[in-house]
């Protein structure tokens, strides 16, 4: 069966980095752009990256542009999101997307990234 878990978050101080992990199975990996995504309290979740099938293209919400990567090793199923530089106000948790067309769309069950002193 389809599984996507997330891996990495936790609690870092303002300034600090985290590699956020999000392992793939049950599904033919390369033909899935993938997304990360995240959900502040009281707001609505809100795209943070995506890339594509092969890697070859990426785009990122405006607030974490410059500070955030998203990439991909097809070969170990896996999407990763470097966060550099963060912000109190990236705290939120993060989830991992996968979506082939309009039929195919999962979810992972989300990890918490934490950005305080």
């Known amino acids: 069966h389809v599984q996507l878990v997330e891996s990495g978050g936790g609690i870092v101080q303002p300034g600090g980095s985290l590699r956020l992990s999000c392992a793939a199975s049950?599904?033919?990996?390369?033909?899935?752009?993938m997304s990360w995504y995240r959900q502040a309290p009281g707001k609505e979740r809100e795209l943070v990256a995506t890339?594509?099938?092969?890697?070859?293209?990426?785009d990122y919400a405006d607030s974490v542009k410059v500070r955030f990567t998203i990439s991909r090793d097809n070969a170990k199923n896996t999407v990763y999101l470097r966060m550099n530089s963060l912000k109190p106000e990236d705290t939120a948790v993060y989830y991992c997307?996968?979506?082939?067309?309009?039929?195919?769309?999962?979810w992972g069950q989300g990890t918490q990234v934490t950005v305080s002193s």
């Open positions: 997307n996968a979506k082939r067309g309009v039929l195919f769309d999962y």
């Open positions: 890339i594509t099938r092969n890697g070859g293209s990426t």
């Open positions: 049950g599904f033919t990996f390369s033909s899935y752009a």
